[in-house]
């Protein structure tokens, strides 16, 4: 019987992509496995400012068995159009053994009242649809109208989050638990980005004080979770 080639990369959609340049790249891939990784490249010189053609790329060539090529795409994907969804899942593709996605800024509170909360609102908003930079940006803003508001501090903090560079989240967000030591979002967002360090020991120990600070509250009852999760990693 014929060998069925194996099956090629999967199209990821990128709202922040042309139609046009969606179909072209689902083309490429629909050409798999021949000629699919040439497409790509043509289509990434004549869109030199997309992260979906660099991520799609990514995938045909560490299917191909180039993962250094794999790799440098994805980088190029970050590099080019860091606010999209396919330079999120390019980082992913770069760091398998960490959490996918971004790690979100989880509010304490449940409906936005004031600007700063509105900003915040925003920025959930924009992580959810993997535009991170533009999650920064509101997180930003409203740390700067608030600046003695711990949310807000924190979102600041969180929307700095890189894999290749989480130290600059964290040198933000740790001088926090002295600035508020009774505010439980440092404590839980401390947990949650340690936990995509898959520091869990430590994780575990700012989660249980995320607990201790309200258990019943929203961020307590996810602390909790997050906490026992984090028993079984």
Same mark, same amino acid.
């Given at each position: 019987?014929?060998?069925?080639?194996?099956?090629?990369?999967?199209?990821?959609?990128?709202?922040?992509?042309?139609?046009?340049? +969606?179909?072209?790249?689902?083309?490429?891939?629909?050409?798999?496995?021949?000629?699919?990784?040439?497409?790509?490249?043509?289509?990434?010189?004549?869109?030199?400012? @997309?992260?979906?053609?660099?991520?799609?790329?990514?995938?045909?060539?560490?299917?191909?068995?180039?993962?250094?090529?794999?790799?440098?795409?994805? &980088?190029?994907?970050?590099?080019? +159009?860091?606010? @999209?969804?396919?330079?999120?899942?390019?980082?992913?593709?770069?760091?398998?053994?960490?959490?996918?996605?971004?790690?979100?800024?989880?509010?304490?509170?449940? &409906?936005?009242?004031?600007?700063?909360?509105?900003? =915040?609102? &925003?920025?959930?908003?924009?992580?959810?649809?993997?535009?991170?930079?533009?999650?920064?940006?509101?997180?930003?803003?409203?740390?700067?109208?608030?600046?003695?508001?711990?949310?807000?501090?924190?979102?600041?903090?969180?929307?700095?989050?890189?894999?290749?560079?989480?130290?600059?989240?964290?040198?933000?967000?740790?001088?926090?638990?002295?600035?508020?030591?009774?505010?439980?979002?440092?404590?839980?967002?401390?947990?949650?980005?340690?936990?995509?360090?898959?520091?869990?020991?430590?994780?575990?120990?700012?989660?249980? =004080?995320?607990?201790?600070?309200?258990?019943?509250?929203?961020?307590?009852?996810?602390?909790?979770?997050?906490?026992?999760? @984090?028993?079984?990693?």
């Amino acid at each position: 019987m014929p060998k069925h080639p194996p099956p090629g990369p999967p199209f990821a959609a990128d709202p922040t992509a042309s139609p046009a340049l +969606q179909r072209g790249v689902r083309e490429a891939l629909a050409a798999w496995p021949t000629g699919t990784a040439r497409r790509l490249r043509l289509l990434a010189a004549q869109n030199p400012r @997309s992260a979906l053609v660099r991520f799609e790329l990514g995938l045909a060539l560490a299917l191909a068995g180039q993962p250094a090529d794999a790799n440098r795409s994805w &980088r190029n994907a970050e590099r080019v +159009q860091p606010d @999209s969804p396919s330079a999120v899942r390019a980082e992913d593709a770069l760091h398998p053994e960490a959490p996918p996605g971004k790690p979100p800024f989880v509010a304490a509170f449940a &409906r936005p009242r004031t600007r700063g909360q509105l900003l =915040l609102a &925003r920025g959930i908003a924009f992580q959810a649809a993997l535009r991170p930079v533009s999650a920064e940006r509101a997180f930003a803003a409203a740390a700067r109208i608030t600046p003695n508001d711990p949310e807000a501090q924190v979102a600041a903090a969180v929307g700095l989050y890189e894999k290749d560079r989480p130290a600059a989240a964290f040198s933000r967000l740790g001088p926090l638990v002295r600035r508020f030591p009774h505010a439980q979002t440092v404590r839980f967002h401390l947990g949650l980005l340690l936990i995509y360090l898959r520091q869990f020991p430590q994780a575990r120990k700012e989660l249980a =004080l995320a607990v201790a600070d309200g258990p019943r509250t929203p961020l307590g009852k996810r602390a909790r979770t997050l906490l026992n999760a @984090s028993r079984n990693a």
